[in-house]
């Protein structure tokens, strides 16, 4: 025996089937049956997006880690480059005061 309300399965002026209502379960009183019903129906719907919520969580983190490992690289690599320039530059410095060094000795 159909539900209370549920009406034909298909309007008969648009052709479209019903939309199902959403139910607020501490408003309404619902039996043992309708709530058991309703938790089974958020479990089954739970355990087929898991999968996808998964493997978007794995993807977001290893991207976030991906992100993290390349600043922490950038980050080394150009400390390691602002050594070397220092380096070059304290070379620069001894090479001008060898060359004030001969043109005012000769």
């Given amino acids: 025996m159909a539900a209370s309300g549920a009406g034909d399965p298909l309007d008969a002026k ?3 089937a019903p939309f199902a209502q959403r139910i607020d379960p501490t ?3 619902l039996t043992s ?3 058991y019903s309703m938790r089974s129906a958020q479990l089954a719907q739970w355990q ?3 999968p996808q ?3 978007r969580n794995i993807v977001t983190g290893l ?3 991906a992100l993290v490992l390349a600043i922490y690289g950038y980050t080394i690599y150009s400390i390691s480059q602002e050594r070397f320039l220092d380096e070059l530059e ?3 410095k001894a090479a001008r005061a060898r060359a004030l060094a001969r043109a005012s000795g000769s």
């Fill in 27 to 29: 408003r309404e009183k």
């Fill in 90 to 92: 304290d070379e620069a």
């Fill in 53 to 55: 919520r998964r493997t």
């Fill in 33 to 35: 049956e309708q709530l």
């Fill in 48 to 50: 087929k997006v898991l």
């Fill in 63 to 65: 991207g976030i880690g």
């Fill in 14 to 16: 648009r052709g479209e």
